[in-house]
């Protein structure tokens, strides 16, 4: 399969996940302990063509929230997405707070 389907598939995928919004209930959770910080949490990683998720990175903030970065970064550790015939790499993903 060429790489533009796999990639459309792991973005569908990525937006069910996101629309799921477990990576609100980490700010939700979090944020009212740190006075409510408004920023964006620019994460990137690799989906296996298993499906699993590895290499969760926070490539940038303007958050500056260690306990939500970290919770976020966990949250997306443990998605999964449909297998595929090999792995693809979200460079960049902009969570917004």
């Avoid at 069910?16 to 990576?23: I, K, N, T, V």
């Avoid at 998605?79 to 090999?86: E, H, L, N, S, Y």
């Amino acid at each position: 399969m060429p790489l533009a389907p796999l990639m459309l598939l792991a973005a569908s995928a990525c937006g069910a996940e996101l629309r799921g919004g477990a990576h609100t209930a980490c700010y939700e959770s979090l944020a009212k302990a740190e006075g409510r910080p408004m920023g964006v949490v620019r994460v990137a990683w690799q989906v296996e063509a298993s499906g699993s998720v590895t290499g969760v990175l926070v490539v940038a903030t303007t958050l500056h929230s260690s306990a939500i970065e970290s919770c976020i970064r966990e949250d997306i550790a443990r998605w999964q997405f449909p297998t595929a015939p090999r792995s693809i790499e979200i460079r960049e993903y902009p969570f917004t707070f």
